[in-house]
């Protein structure tokens, strides 16, 4: 049995993962967990991942969440060229640090605009409250401001001349309010170069398939929801009240 | 110019990152950025840490922020045992999927179990809010439960058979809320026992010097001598909080 990969590629940190692995030609068995039909709750997956969530890798009897890990995983195991992690003390430590911060400045707020903009709305009939999306929409502007600022600076890329994974990693995540038909790369320039330096780096076609599911979300019957997943959905929206 | 290391032990991260550099000899300033002065958010450390947060690192011109990442930078620099983040591919990656996951699923809502209880009930000078406190304990439950129940159910550390980074993240982490009252292994047998070993394999007067701080109780007047800073993080912390 070969490497398998878990993954729904609505998801960013699936996205991840699957573009760095087709694009270091690693083989694998594209497992689909289709999040929308609630495949996550499935006792079969329960048993890959205790915590339901995607991405999953497994190989052989080792199982391994979380994207971050299993991109240095696969980087380790299949040697990869070095630019992605790259290997300078400093380097390295700037692509960490992105890793690091991403987790809630970028990846949390960019998944609750699409929450909030195109699924609650899609699913349960009912908006979002203005002033909560609103407060969501400032705080994605301040981690853009920031990540301009700080992470990108005039660098061609996160770490320097060269594409990283934290440049795959952002770029997923930024993309993920796209589902939604919200562009969060319109306010800077600088930002819509960058993004359009690393879909080149990576491969037009490579991207545009890897988003393929995300951007077509809005055409989702979403009559054929799994009851469970709706429930929770429903949850979310109380939340927001 | 040597290492400087931005901290407040105030911070579970801080804490993780001054307990590994005094166990490892790594020497260093301590710059002290009080928190609760609102120090992370003046110009002057804005300058360190455009993030405006602890811990952060000064190494010569080298500026770098995010707990994880200045664990790893540390290990890597002064060539720490490998224990702490083991060589083993699989080994490694446990560690990497610990400090992956415990940003969202321990350290956001063990911090704001720690806010609720102690830091909003002192700026505020209100009693601590039990129906909201509850509620955020359930949040910090299903980690709590995959830990104890499914993590070490199968070995004695977090990652492997030995303390690493995952171990001194996660201990610090839950110290948090247990050092000011809610005590998150009282029900959780496994991580109980977990924690005595983390404490021994660290040393428990490191550990101790480390949590001095936050095992306090916090003087109130301390939340009385800039009433406008005061009210400025109240504000923060329910908005956080709601």
């Known amino acids: 049995m070969g490497l398998e990969l878990y993954l729904d590629l609505l998801s960013a940190s699936c996205r991840a993962v699957y573009i760095f692995a087709r694009k270091n030609n690693i083989p694998f068995d594209f497992q689909f967990v289709d999040l929308l039909k609630g495949h996550h709750h499935s006792k079969e997956y329960i048993k890959i991942n205790p915590l339901k969530k995607v991405p999953s890798l497994k190989d052989g009897k080792f199982v391994l969440s979380e994207s971050v890990a299993i991109l240095f995983y696969l980087c380790r195991k299949y040697s990869t060229p070095s630019h992605w992690y790259p290997p300078d003390l400093h380097t390295r430590a700037r692509v960490d640090e992105f890793m690091a911060w991403q987790h809630t400045a970028i990846q949390m707020p960019m998944s609750r605009i699409l929450w909030i903009k195109m699924l609650i709305p899609m699913i349960t009939g009912e908006e979002v409250p203005d002033e909560k999306v609103e407060q969501m929409l400032a705080e994605v502007k301040n981690s853009m401001q920031l990540f301009e600022e700080k992470f990108l600076q005039d660098k061609m890329f996160i770490a320097g001349d060269h594409i990283s994974l934290a440049d795959v990693v952002a770029l997923v995540e930024m993309m993920q309010p796209m589902g939604g038909n919200y562009n969060v790369f319109l306010s800077s320039s600088k930002i819509a170069e960058w993004r359009m330096r690393v879909e080149l780096a990576i491969g037009p076609s490579l991207f545009g398939e890897a988003h393929d599911r995300l951007m077509r979300l809005a055409e989702w019957d979403s009559s054929t929801l799994d009851p469970m997943v709706k429930e929770r959905i429903c949850e979310l929206l109380q939340k927001f009240k | ?242």
């Open chain 2, 1 to 242: 110019m040597p290492l400087e290391l931005f901290l407040d032990l105030y911070s579970p991260p801080c804490r993780a990152i001054y307990i590994f550099a005094k166990k490892n000899g790594i020497p260093f300033e301590f710059r002290p950025v009080e928190l609760g002065r609102g120090e992370h958010l003046k110009p002057e450390f804005l300058k360190v840490n455009p993030l405006g947060k602890v811990p952060a690192l000064r190494d010569g011109d080298f500026l770098l922020a995010e707990s994880v990442a200045i664990l790893l930078y540390l290990s890597r620099k002064y060539q720490t045992a490998p224990y702490w983040y083991p060589p083993d591919l699989q080994a490694r990656a446990r560690v990497d999927e610990y400090l992956a996951w415990q940003h969202t699923a321990i350290q956001l809502p063990a911090t704001n179990v720690y806010l609720c209880k102690s830091l909003l009930p002192h700026f505020s000078g209100q009693p601590v809010d039990t129906v909201r406190l509850d509620r955020l304990l359930g949040k910090l439950k299903p980690a709590l439960q995959h830990l104890d129940q499914e993590v070490l159910a199968a070995k004695p550390f977090l990652a492997t058979e030995q303390v690493s980074l995952a171990d001194l993240m996660a201990f610090t982490e839950l110290m948090q809320p247990t050092a000011v009252g809610c005590d998150l292994f009282r029900d959780w047998p496994r991580l109980a026992a977990w924690r005595a070993r983390v404490e021994a394999a660290l040393g428990p007067e490191l550990v101790q010097d480390a949590h001095k701080l936050v095992l306090q109780p916090r003087d109130p007047r301390d939340a009385q001598q800039d009433p406008r800073l005061a009210q400025e993080l109240v504000h923060r912390l329910q908005e956080r909080l709601s």
